[in-house]
Structures are given as structure tokens and as C-alpha cells.
């Protein structure tokens, strides 16, 4: 019995002798939001979960990818548009324990553009020949988690069942920083407001995490946004596999990585 669980029995008890005294309803709201949490928690990906595809929308860095715990690997893309230009940097990374590859493309760059020419096959990582910093990045450091939904439910307040496999609460983005949710600034100008922004969560018929939405109001010089994460494929996902036709990453890419 966890922590959650014992205090959900005790404010139960507590409810059904005070009902009398005219409090009982608040406590049993209160319990059905310590038993809404407690059930969200159990959802949330861990070590053992078999390999689940993710994607991540909002947020500072959509990222998404297939995570297999068990098997320490993961493999995750991000796309990015370059400011003022035509290009678009993508960049795909896939490690296994201690060992990572990558590709790196340019779409829309012109020959006179500069930029690198780098093989589109996977190239393999030297960790030798990355920084201290990036090297670390580039193993698996027992992730199990990509899109933070369990620092979303640990900032959450109110959370209660909507509907079959739905939630809905509030969640305290300045206790999320790490997900990267929303810029410094704009947090600073969400003041007292980033402490409850609407959080909308799902569970699939086997009770696992698939949908974590937080509506973030606009704010200083930000619009409006949302950050949802999607986890799937739950133990059908194509588990990430060394690459049989990996090549030697060339010298540009550890100036990115390393930049």
C-alpha cells in the first residue's frame, strides 16, 4: 500500500463518521480526488512497461519516438524550422544503453547553403569524441517517461473522473520546469496563473496512461497554447534495434553536438 492509497482508506473512514456532522460530502470529494490521482499514477510508464510509441505537441521541443525500457533503448526525432530560412533541421537519434546513432538532414538547403552533406544512413556515435555534457545525452539514463506526466500529476490539484478512462484537474507548471512546457518569461507572466492551469488526462481499458493535455492560457507576449503528450502502441511498438548498415559519424556532426 503506497502513500496514496493509505491516506485515500483513512480520509474514507474519516467521511463515513463525519458524515453526520455535515462535512462528509467534502471529504468524500476529497477522496475521489486522492483515488482519481492514485490511479493516474499507476498509469504512468515505468521500467518494466513493454517498448510504447511517444509523441510530445507544444511544449519548448515536440519530440517523438518509441521507448523500450526493458531493453534500455529509445529512439526519439524532432523537427525544427530555421528562423528566416526555407530550411528544416531534422535530426533522429536512437541509443541502446551505452551506445547511440543519428541522422542528421537539411531539407530545403541550397548548395550554397553551407551546411554539411551527411550520410542519410545511421551514423554511429563515438562517445570518445563527444563533450562531457553531450555524451551523457547520448546514453540511456533510465527514461521511462519522455513527456513528464508524472511531474504533471505531481503538481495536479482537483483531479477528478470525468468519464470513462478521463480526468480533468489543474496542474502547477512552476512545479514542471523540466517538461519545458512554456518559456522562462512566459512563465514569469503567467504569475499566480501557472500555478492552476486545466490538465486533461486519459487512461486506455488497461488502465495506462494515453493522453496528457495542459491548456495554457496566453500570457505576456505568448498566445494561447497547449503541451499533450501521446503515449501508444503499447507493446506493439517497433522496438529499437542496432542498425545493421550503421556507418561512422563524419567530424560535422560532433561540431553540432558538441556546439
Not at 32 to 39: G, I, K, L, M, N
Not at 91 to 117: H, Y
Not at 223 to 231: C, D, H, L
Amino acid at each position: 500500500m503506497n502513500v496514496l492509497t493509505r491516506t485515500a482508506s483513512t480520509l474514507l473512514i474519516v467521511g463515513v463518521t463525519l458524515t453526520g456532522c455535515g462535512v462528509g460530502e467534502a471529504v468524500e470529494e476529497t477522496v475521489a480526488q486522492v483515488s482519481a490521482a492514485t490511479t493516474l499514477a499507476d498509469g504512468v510508464p515505468t521500467a518494466e512497461t513493454p517498448a510504447f510509441h511517444y509523441a510530445i505537441k507544444g511544449g519548448l521541443q515536440p519530440l517523438s519516438g518509441v521507448l523500450d525500457a526493458p531493453r534500455k533503448a529509445l529512439t526519439t526525432e524532432a523537427v525544427e524550422k530555421i528562423p528566416d530560412t526555407s530550411i528544416t533541421l531534422s535530426m533522429k537519434f536512437l541509443v541502446i544503453d551505452d551506445q547511440a546513432w543519428t541522422k542528421i538532414a537539411f531539407k530545403g538547403a541550397g548548395a550554397d547553403s553551407g551546411l554539411p552533406k551527411l550520410p542519410k544512413k545511421w551514423m554511429k556515435l563515438d562517445q570518445k569524441k563527444l563533450s562531457a555534457d553531450s555524451g551523457e545525452d547520448f546514453t540511456y539514463q533510465g527514461e521511462t517517461d519522455p513527456g513528464y506526466v508524472s511531474d504533471l500529476l505531481r503538481a495536479a490539484a482537483d483531479l477528478k473522473e470525468t468519464g470513462e478512462g478521463a480526468y480533468a484537474g489543474t496542474t502547477d507548471l512552476t512545479q514542471s520546469t523540466e517538461a519545458e512546457i512554456v518559456e522562462a518569461d512566459t512563465l514569469a507572466a503567467l504569475g499566480e496563473k501557472a500555478k492552476a492551469v486545466p490538465l486533461e488526462m486519459a487512461l486506455d481499458a488497461e488502465g495506462r496512461i494515453t493522453r496528457a493535455l495542459v491548456r495554457i492560457p496566453a500570457a505576456g507576449k505568448a498566445g494561447a497554447a497547449t503541451y499533450e503528450v501521446v503515449y501508444d502502441q503499447y507493446g506493439t511498438a517497433a522496438v529499437p534495434a542496432a542498425p545493421a548498415d550503421g556507418v561512422a559519424a563524419p567530424a560535422d556532426v560532433y561540431d553540432m553536438l558538441n556546439g
